[in-house]
């Protein structure tokens, strides 16, 4: 098994490579479809790296929350949003608030870190 570079460390050496070096050279609609490239393989690096962790802490939340001791995250997603399309939880729930606010918070630190409102947000919570 090859252990390096990680698929990661491989997509991120990819973008810099396209950064750094290709993008200059580039202009009009080649330049922008480079970017979509490069925000891509970006994105791919930050799932590699951030989500997995963020998606186990949002599973521990949804079995607190759910009363739950096993599921997938997926089959857990699934119970929540019966349980508040049916009104069985609300925003009265102890926990969920937190709970949608730190996925939502988690999902745009891998998706759009740079994300204006998301920024704010981070900024004001670390301090």
Known sequence: MQDEPTPAELA?????????????????????????????????????????QREVMELERLKVLLGRADGSLFELNRALAEKIATGAIDLSTPGLKEHLWQTTLDKLAVDQPNYASYKRETERENG
């Open 12 to 52: 991120k050496a990819v973008a810099d490579f396209l950064r750094s070096d290709i993008a200059p050279l580039v202009s009009g609609h080649q330049a922008f479809k480079l970017r979509v490239g490069i925000n891509a393989l970006d994105l791919v690096v930050r799932q590699l790296t951030e989500a997995g």
